[in-house]
């Protein structure tokens, strides 16, 4: 019954800013992994970034790391990823998901993660 729903996604200019959320119910917002993850169209899903339970670990795809930030709220059970200087190859929709089974390290491979959220669209226009 596990549950993740992605907002703040839309349409911005290249350059703008995005803080997409991700809200998790129906079960336990602790000792786990939040991965965000994009697919545009016609490609694979790839990993964007992701964070452990307690924070004090984050991982970044090197197409972004300069740009955007990955945070949690444990108490709001919500992980944001923070999008700055967007660029129009950061058109994709913008999946966040759980991995109940990692801790201390953040996996970027997406077979990994438990559960997955239905997807939030960002587009980037120049």
């Known amino acids: 019954q596990v549950q993740l729903v992605e907002s703040g996604g839309g349409l911005v200019q290249a350059g703008d800013s995005l803080r997409l959320s991700c809200a998790v119910s129906?079960?336990?917002?602790?000792?786990?992994?939040m991965g965000w993850f994009r697919q545009a169209h016609g490609k694979e899903r790839e990993f964007v970034a992701g964070i452990t339970w307690s924070g004090s670990s984050a991982l970044y795809a090197d197409s972004v790391k300069d740009r955007f930030t990955v945070s949690r709220d444990n108490a709001k059970n919500t992980v944001y990823l923070q999008m700055n200087n967007l660029k129009p190859e950061d058109k994709a929709v913008y999946y966040c998901?759980?991995?109940?089974?990692?801790?201390?390290?953040?996996?970027?491979?997406?077979?990994?993660?438990?559960?997955w959220g239905q997807g939030t669209q960002v587009t980037v226009s120049s």
């Open positions: 129906g079960g336990t917002f602790s000792r786990n992994c």
């Open positions: 998901a759980v991995d109940f089974g990692s801790d201390t390290r953040v996996p970027m491979n997406s077979g990994t993660y438990d559960y």
